[in-house]
T-cell receptor, first 111, second 117 residues
Framework: RKEVEQDPGPFNVPEGATVAFNCTYSNSASQSFFWYRQDCRKEPKLLMSVYSSGNEDGRFTAQLNRASQYISLLIRDSKLSDSATYLCVVTLSGGYQKVTFGTGTKLQVIP | GAVVSQHPSRVICKSGTSVKIECRSLDFQATTMFWYRQFPKKSLMLMATSNEGSKATYEQGVEKDKFLINHASLTLSTLTVTSAHPEDSSFYIC?????????????FGEGSRLTVL
């Protein structure tokens, strides 16, 4: 089983739609969780951290479920500019020594 | 936000030559930098963790003699692909974590696309 798994997609959704991605992780000792966004042929950029209590940033909502070992990202009112690959990132022990990236989920928002 | 600069962004070399890629944190100090490799339509694969002033920690399956990493200062880490072969062609990205900040956020370089002929 992969350490961090994501549905690769692609998710093709119309503008204005709501879309959700899930990411599962295998190591119960994982401490920190993030969603990064990567545009084609570009470097990943932090979208948001994921906290146990869940957190929201505008149209984006992230949730963490430790019991089931998954994190989710919800995007409301999708924009064309949201088209990208979304990477789930998990770190061990709250530090930087072990950072694992999910395979990424590709989102294509269509007009 | 913090800036990480990676150079060169593209490099084409002949088989058998060595290529050096630099990763610099421009406005912060990074005691730890990471080197990744990304194949087309694949996710980032961590190659090694670069620690300032000490030897890098390589992930399983990554040849340390093939991919030499040096982290001589708090703002610079280098990756040297030695005796490059066509199968080393890939997109290499570095990232850095700001020393003293435990947000977990990583700042990425722009990446270096290596093509070995």
């Amino acid at each position: 089983r992969k350490e961090v798994e994501q549905d690769p997609g692609p998710f093709n959704v119309p503008e204005g739609a709501t879309v959700a991605f899930n990411c599962t992780y295998s190591n119960s000792a994982s401490q920190s969780f993030f969603w990064y966004r990567q545009d084609c042929r570009k470097e990943p950029k932090l979208l948001m951290s994921v906290y146990s209590s869940g957190n929201e940033d505008g149209r984006f909502t992230a949730q963490l479920n430790r019991a089931s070992q998954y994190i989710s990202l919800l995007i409301r009112d999708s924009k064309l500019s949201d088209s990208a690959t979304y990477l789930c990132v998990v770190t061990l022990s709250g530090g930087y020594q072990k950072v694992t990236f999910g395979t990424g989920t590709k989102l294509q928002v269509i007009p | 936000g913090a800036v990480v600069s990676q150079h060169p962004s593209r490099v084409i070399c002949k088989s058998g030559t060595s290529v050096k890629i630099e990763c610099r944190s421009l406005d912060f100090q990074a005691t730890t930098m990471f080197w990744y490799r990304q194949f087309p339509k694949k996710s980032l694969m961590l190659m090694a963790t670069s620690n300032e002033g000490s030897k890098a920690t390589y992930e399983q399956g990554v040849e340390k003699d093939k991919f030499l990493i040096n982290h001589a200062s708090l703002t610079l880490s280098t990756l040297t692909v030695t005796s490059a072969h066509p199968e080393d062609s890939s997109f290499y990205i570095c990232s850095a974590a700001e020393a003293g900040r435990n947000t977990g956020e990583l700042f990425f370089g722009e990446g270096s696309r290596l093509t070995v002929l």
